[in-house]
């Protein structure tokens, strides 16, 4: 198992996650890989509710929780208990970061919210990642991605034409909450390292939704008239979409005028360019249920394989459509190192997604696999000053539990 010293950029920042299931240890995870200390403090009894998902499990394991969580060393507190809260308390003490995503206020009835945290050290960054935000109307309510995927608007722009309605395949909201959380985070610490002061940094699952939404809302906001879903096509510019071939799908991009006449021409089509129809791509939008139709036709003559080769040779931005297990054997995705390989105490020999933003100087890293619940409790009591009679009664207590 690779423990080595972080080397990323953000080597001895000290985070504490309060945070549980998908975004907040999103935002954890991305810390950790740049080189951050994650102390994910896990609640009584159970743990992170992630560990309990059914399914897919390596050997009794959590396959999600294990990619949400590496890089990351786990304490078990019951916040319930006076032990638990002072536990908490010494921690946020000597940390950089906090982030929660419990529900507005429950965390303040502890005596454990932003306020009171910051007077016990100025310098926090206290981040707060929930499903609304902490103000307006209905910040007192909790978030779920799919939940969030519909009130954003995102539902409404995805899937097919005339289709029911279809989230994206991804936790998108809970995803990209982290990412700005994270953004948030490294921006407040610039400011701290400004100014010696910590803050307060609060993002939710409906903002990041709505962040996602750029391109249908500028159409809005210029027009008034609200767009919906396109299948795979793009918003503004055709032809830019998947298209059958005769073994499958791929995707082409004729983003503008250059790239559509090298399509035209490859696909045999070349009437098509001088075609009223098609002749700008304000036309192509109007008519581009056509021209995909016509573009089809073609491209349903020859296997993926072939038009990639000529595509790529001509130039034109095109791709295959990939499963996950295509994706995680290319050799791209090999070469910059997006797979990686851990050792975990209990599941063995696994695999997680590697670190997305690579450094010259500083770079990131997959150090250590996601813990197991509790393993780190004594080695980070001791860390903070616990003695170890005091650890025993913590235990005694309940307010802690340690592997």
Not at 64 to 69: D, V
Not at 219 to 242: E, K, N, R
Request: hydrophobic share 40%; charged share 20%; proline share 6%.
């Amino acid at each position: 198992m690779n423990t080595a010293p972080a080397t990323g950029p953000l080597a001895g920042l000290k985070v504490i996650e309060l945070a549980q299931i998908m975004a907040g240890p999103s935002c954890g995870a991305l810390l950790a890989d740049l080189g951050a200390e994650v102390i994910k403090v896990e609640k009584i009894p159970g743990g992170d509710d992630t560990r309990r998902y059914a399914e897919p499990q390596v050997n009794g394991e959590s396959a999600a929780f294990m990619m949400m969580n590496r890089n990351k060393r786990s304490i078990a507190v019951d916040l319930k208990t006076d032990g638990g809260r002072r536990v908490l308390r010494r921690l946020a003490e000597r940390a950089d970061v906090l982030t929660e995503n419990y529900r507005r206020g429950a965390l303040d009835r502890l005596g454990l919210g932003y306020e009171a945290l910051h007077a016990l050290n100025p310098a926090l960054i206290y981040c707060a990642i929930s499903g609304y935000g902490r103000t307006g109307p209905a910040a007192d309510k909790g978030g779920f991605d799919l939940i969030a995927q519909g009130v954003s608007g995102l539902m409404s722009i995805t899937g097919e034409p005339g289709g029911a309605p279809v989230k994206v395949g991804s936790p998108v909201t809970d995803m990209n909450a982290g990412l700005l959380a994270a953004l948030g985070i490294v921006s407040a610490y610039v400011h701290r390292l400004k100014t010696g002061q910590g803050q307060f940094v609060d993002t939710s699952l409906l903002e990041a939704g709505i962040h996602q939404t750029a391109w249908q809302a500028a159409i809005f906001f210029a027009t008034g008239v609200s767009p919906g879903p396109g299948g795979s096509a793009h918003v503004l510019a055709a032809p830019y979409q998947a298209f059958p071939t005769r073994d499958g799908w791929i995707n082409i991009g004729g983003a503008n005028q250059s790239n559509w006449e090298r399509i035209a021409r490859l696909v045999g089509a070349p009437e098509l360019i001088d075609d009223p129809r098609f002749r700008d791509n304000s036309a192509r939008m109007v008519h581009r249920d056509e021209l995909a139709a016509l573009l089809a036709a073609h491209l349903r003559e020859r296997d993926t394989a072939d038009w990639l080769r000529e595509l790529d040779a001509a130039g034109i931005p095109a791709g295959p459509i990939r499963s996950i297990g295509e994706m995680a054997a290319d050799p791209q995705t090999l070469a910059r190192e997006m797979v990686v390989e851990l050792e975990h105490p209990v599941a063995g020999r696994t695999r997680a997604l590697g670190v997305p933003v690579k450094f010259s100087a500083t770079p990131g890293s997959v150090r250590r696999p996601a813990p197991t619940f509790g393993q780190h409790t004594r080695e980070v009591l001791l860390e903070h000053g616990f003695e170890g009679a005091e650890i025993e009664a913590l235990l005694a207590e309940g307010a802690i539990r340690a592997a």
